[in-house]
């Protein structure tokens, strides 16, 4: 940890239990939530806390190490920063995250940054609907979709 007498600390020391939710976050295929997290952490260190779950991913994500995504109802997940952008699927019924990824979300970019002077630095694309079991559970038929645009 460095300490400069006229500010405060400048890093933040590398604890067991930090590198430990960094692992887990590194290891984990999809994107988790915070309490999913903590489940995980908790089988492998018993006296990990939920708050230092919390902070471990609020420092992470000042890093720039993961993002945090606000999907579905009100709910935050947390994965690793990656390269290929990749968009989500939310179920409204399970809750189900399913990741994807398509070239035309890359020519929609393009068309917008052309169309309008504007140079994209983020995307976010979140469609809402519902996955192959709750449509087969429910027999949802497919309804007009609705934008917020």
Known sequence: ?????????????????????LTIMQEAEKQLDAKELYRRATERDEGISLATVYRSLHLFKEQGLINERHLGQARCYYEMKRSPEHQHLVCQSCGQVIEFESPLILKLIAEVERKNDFSVTKVELCLEGYCHECKKEKKVTRPRVKTSL
């Open 1 to 21: 940890m460095k300490i400069n007498r006229n500010q405060r600390v400048t890093t933040r020391p590398d604890t067991s239990q930090r590198k430990l939710v």
